[in-house]
Nanobody, 121 residues
Framework: QVQLVESGGGLVQAGGSLRLSCAAS????????MGWYRQAPGKQRELVAT???????NYVDSVKGRFTISRDNAKNMVYLQMNSLKPEDTAVYYC???????????????WGQGTQVAVSS
């Protein structure tokens, strides 16, 4: 099995910072793209940022210049550094990974359980 476990969420004042971490564990041959998504109450889950195994990144416009995604391939971890947080960043943040469990198998999407981020004004 494969598990993704997020950590680092919490309550912070507007303008503050948080760093989210996500650890992938289990039977893993390789991990393609990894990413962070978020879902605010009453809204659909949206992409926040992605990073390929080679380090190419992509961000939703609303977080560009404030959030930074990074990964440690040796540790199967992905991070999200969030600076200049705004109340509208409040959401449950989910980690995602495109993971191959065997050399010749197909990559499948795996999700963490989510971590709450709350930004007060």
């Amino acid at each position: 099995q494969v598990q993704l476990v997020e950590s680092g969420g919490g309550l912070v004042q507007a303008g503050g910072s948080l760093r989210l971490s996500c650890a992938a564990s289990g039977t893993i041959f390789s991990i393609n793209a990894m990413g962070w998504y978020r879902q605010a109450p009453g809204k659909q889950r949206e992409l926040v940022a992605t990073i390929t195994s080679g380090g190419s990144t992509n961000y939703v416009d609303s977080v560009k210049g404030r959030f930074t995604i990074s990964r440690d391939n040796a540790k199967n971890m992905v991070y999200l550094q969030m600076n200049s947080l705004k109340p509208e960043d409040t959401a449950v943040y989910y980690c995602n990974g495109e993971i191959k469990r065997t050399r010749y198998g197909l990559a499948s999407d795996y999700w963490g359980q989510g971590t709450q981020v709350a930004v007060s004004s």
